[in-house]
């Protein structure tokens, strides 16, 4: 008879062989699955640095902005005092703070020369701010979407086009992203919170002296600090920025105001005749600044690409970005405090001033936002397509950036070519060149002590050595001549850039034609020098000459 088999459990266990350990992971795979923060951002930095030299363009920005922060330098280098050298009075400067200006004078100081290498002062900046983005992001313990956000900014196309403009809003940015590194997840106690307490403290202060739009920055860190009860670093930090900003604005109101505060309250602050806003001007102001924001400068900085597509993925951004700054709110750092402050303030700020250049340092808080918001979302339906959703959301938007810079790559080399090749502003439009080209022909071709009316006096003071004043904004013949009078200006550069100078100038000239001569004229007739005659006075205070009897100008006697 068989025997039957013994049952399962009544079979003698045998001893089950252990499985081979799994070798340890060598130094690479480790640095590959854990990389280091500071070597990622190391490495994102260099690869902005890379495509912001590829774009890189040497010819001076127009905006005027720049050529004040250089004479401001000068006159930090050259007479020890913060003074406007450009204007025929020089006064006491009260508009720009004095950071930007003090880089650009240490600058000179180590051998800058140029306008490139103010340039490249900005573009390290830039290069700072993009590596502090991740270090910020990867503190908040989402290393993936550090790496996804501040890779984004680094090749953000128009982020490449800010990052060498010769303007303080780039080392803003930088300043700033590095008080929201410092103060994220500030512990308390040891040596080391201890000194990123104080590098958020010195960021703060540099950030407020580069931008008066820093003050959401300070606010924001000061009403952190009182949340969470720290007074001790709350009265540090305020005993540091406060005295300082006090002397600041004492030296604004001795001088007659912060010309920023008046410019604010203007409807439109090239033209004050238009009034100072009321309520309802203030909600137009905020819905234009929306559509501005929204519908153009953040697609110009994501893609320099303001399509009506782009406008609809700008607005679904700025959606993702609301629900994940509000998500953020159940523990809110300095950042939550800051992005609606300084949100805000671009809102109410005038509208023909915004641009990308304002909205970049909150540029990458939106995109972190809208990021948190997205994975929070997804991983309400499914979390495990967080991952791939992201990887190809940060996928499309990189590939949509690949046109413009590789456009912005070959324009920007043709520029070096030709400033290389001594033509140093042939990139510049046909209205500009004619402009400098007066600007350079006055430095040696008007008596030392001549005061210049011009769209652009501290653009003008740089490459013609002369000071001036902006083209009065009055057409009233006796303002005009009024403002000539007490700032001993007997020039005035009539252009054609962006029509305010005709706009304004334009009816004193026709209806006192024989107040003025010329002294100069470019080829086409683009750009002219004109002088007030000696008798202008009697001229532009006596009747208006008829249309048809007016007369050309005459030529200016040879000095």
Same mark, same amino acid.
């Given at each position: 008879?068989?025997?039957?088999?013994?049952?399962?459990?009544?079979?003698?266990?045998?001893?089950?062989?252990?499985?081979?350990?799994?070798?340890?992971?060598?130094?690479?795979?480790?640095?590959?699955?854990?990389?280091?923060?500071?070597?990622?951002?190391?490495?994102?930095?260099?690869?902005?640095?890379?495509?912001?030299?590829? $774009?890189?363009?040497?010819?001076?920005?127009?905006?005027?902005?720049?050529?004040?922060?250089?004479?401001?330098?000068?006159?930090?280098?050259?007479?020890?005092?913060?003074?406007?050298?450009?204007?025929?009075?020089?006064?006491?400067?009260?508009?720009?703070?004095?950071?930007?200006?003090?880089?650009?004078?240490?600058?000179?100081?180590?051998?800058?020369?140029?306008?490139?290498?103010?340039?490249?002062?900005?573009?390290?900046?830039?290069?700072?701010? $993009?590596?502090?983005?991740?270090?910020?992001?990867?503190? *908040?313990?989402?290393?993936?979407?550090?790496?996804?956000?501040?890779?984004?900014?680094?090749?953000? #196309?128009?982020?490449? +086009?800010?990052?060498?403009?010769?303007?303080?809003?780039?080392?803003?940015?930088?300043?700033?992203?590095?008080?929201?590194?410092?103060?994220?997840?500030?512990?308390?106690?040891?040596?080391?919170?201890?000194?990123?307490?104080?590098?958020?403290?010195?960021?703060?202060?540099?950030?407020? &002296?580069?931008?008066?739009?820093?003050?959401?920055?300070?606010?924001?860190?000061?009403?952190?600090?009182?949340?969470?009860? !720290?007074?001790?670093?709350?009265?540090?930090?305020?005993?540091?920025?406060?005295?300082?900003?006090? %002397?600041?604005?004492?030296?604004?109101?001795?001088?007659?105001?912060?010309?920023?505060?008046?410019?604010?309250?203007?409807?439109? #602050?090239?033209?004050?005749?238009?009034?100072?806003?009321?309520?309802?001007?203030?909600?137009?102001?905020?819905?234009?600044?929306?559509?501005?924001?929204?519908?153009?400068?953040?697609?110009?900085?994501?893609?320099?690409?303001?399509?009506? &597509?782009?406008?609809?993925?700008?607005?679904?951004?700025?959606?993702?970005?609301?629900?994940?700054?509000?998500?953020?709110?159940?523990?809110?750092?300095?950042?939550?405090?800051?992005?609606?402050?300084?949100?805000?303030?671009?809102?109410?700020?005038?509208?023909?001033?915004?641009?990308? !250049?304002?909205?970049?340092?909150?540029?990458?808080?939106?995109?972190?936002?809208?990021?948190?918001?997205?994975?929070?979302?997804?991983?309400?339906?499914? *979390?495990?397509?967080?991952?791939?959703?992201?990887?190809?959301?940060?996928?499309?938007?990189?590939?949509?950036?690949?046109?413009?810079?590789?456009?912005?790559?070959? +324009?920007?080399?043709?520029? !070096?070519?030709?400033? !290389?090749?001594?033509?140093?502003?042939?990139?510049?439009?046909?209205?500009?060149?004619?402009?400098?080209?007066?600007?350079?022909?006055?430095?040696?071709?008007?008596?030392?002590?001549?005061?210049?009316?011009?769209?652009?006096?501290?653009?003008?003071?740089?490459?013609?050595?002369?000071?001036?004043?902006?083209?009065?904004?009055?057409?009233?013949?006796?303002? &005009?001549?009024?403002?000539?009078?007490?700032?001993?200006?007997?020039?005035?550069?009539?252009?054609?850039?962006?029509?305010?100078?005709?706009?304004?100038?334009?009816?004193?000239?026709?209806?006192?034609?024989?107040?003025?001569?010329?002294?100069?004229?470019?080829?086409?007739?683009?750009?002219?020098? %004109?002088?007030?005659?000696?008798?202008?006075?009697?001229?532009?205070?006596?009747?208006?000459?008829?249309?048809?009897?007016?007369?050309?100008?005459?030529?200016?006697?040879?000095?």
């Amino acid at each position: 008879m068989a025997r039957r088999p013994a049952p399962r459990s009544a079979r003698p266990a045998q001893a089950r062989r252990p499985a081979p350990a799994a070798p340890p992971p060598g130094p690479f795979r480790r640095l590959l699955r854990h990389p280091p923060a500071a070597a990622v951002a190391i490495g994102l930095g260099l690869l902005h640095l890379l495509l912001a030299l590829a $774009v890189f363009d040497p010819t001076v920005f127009t905006g005027g902005d720049n050529a004040a922060y250089l004479s401001l330098a000068h006159s930090l280098l050259e007479r020890h005092a913060y003074l406007s050298i450009w204007e025929p009075l020089t006064p006491p400067h009260t508009q720009y703070p004095p950071v930007f200006p003090g880089m650009i004078a240490i600058g000179l100081l180590l051998g800058v020369k140029s306008w490139v290498g103010i340039k490249l002062i900005v573009v390290a900046c830039s290069t700072v701010a $993009v590596a502090f983005t991740y270090l910020w992001l990867r503190r *908040r313990r989402r290393p993936g979407l550090a790496f996804g956000v501040a890779a984004l900014v680094a090749i953000s #196309p128009g982020v490449l +086009a800010q990052s060498h403009l010769e303007l303080s809003d780039v080392p803003f940015w930088a300043f700033a992203m590095l008080a929201l590194w410092a103060f994220e997840r500030l512990g308390r106690g040891s040596r080391r919170q201890w000194l990123r307490f104080g590098i958020g403290v010195v960021a703060v202060v540099l950030a407020y &002296f580069t931008r008066s739009a820093g003050l959401p920055l300070v606010v924001a860190v000061l009403a952190w600090l009182a949340w969470r009860r !720290r007074w001790r670093q709350l009265a540090i930090l305020a005993a540091v920025i406060l005295p300082l900003a006090f %002397l600041w604005w004492l030296r604004g109101h001795l001088q007659g105001g912060s010309e920023y505060v008046q410019l604010f309250w203007y409807i439109d #602050p090239y033209r004050p005749a238009l009034g100072t806003i009321g309520i309802s001007e203030l909600f137009h102001r905020i819905f234009a600044n929306e559509r501005a924001y929204l519908g153009s400068s953040l697609p110009v900085l994501l893609t320099e690409q303001p399509t009506s &597509f782009l406008g609809v993925v700008s607005y679904a951004i700025a959606l993702l970005a609301i629900y994940g700054w509000v998500m953020r709110l159940r523990r809110p750092q300095v950042a939550e405090l800051f992005f609606p402050l300084y949100v805000g303030l671009l809102f109410v700020w005038p509208e023909v001033w915004a641009g990308e !250049r304002f909205l970049l340092p909150a540029y990458p808080l939106i995109l972190a936002y809208a990021g948190e918001g997205g994975v929070r979302l997804l991983r309400r339906v499914e *979390r495990r397509a967080v991952a791939p959703v992201g990887f190809a959301a940060a996928g499309i938007l990189a590939l949509l950036t690949v046109p413009a810079l590789s456009s912005d790559a070959d +324009a920007a080399g043709m520029c !070096r070519d030709q400033f !290389r090749a001594g033509a140093t502003i042939a990139c510049l439009d046909t209205p500009w060149q004619a402009y400098f080209e007066i600007a350079q022909w006055s430095r040696s071709g008007l008596p030392a002590n001549a005061a210049v009316f011009s769209r652009k006096p501290r653009l003008f003071f740089i490459y013609s050595g002369h000071r001036g004043l902006d083209v009065p904004r009055t057409q009233d013949p006796r303002e &005009f001549l009024q403002a000539a009078r007490a700032n001993r200006v007997g020039y005035i550069v009539v252009d054609r850039l962006g029509g305010l100078t005709l706009e304004y100038f334009g009816p004193i000239l026709s209806a006192h034609p024989d107040a003025f001569c010329l002294v100069r004229a470019t080829s086409d007739g683009t750009a002219a020098l %004109l002088q007030l005659v000696p008798d202008a006075a009697a001229r532009l205070l006596g009747p208006a000459s008829p249309a048809s009897t007016q007369v050309g100008l005459g030529r200016c006697p040879a000095p």
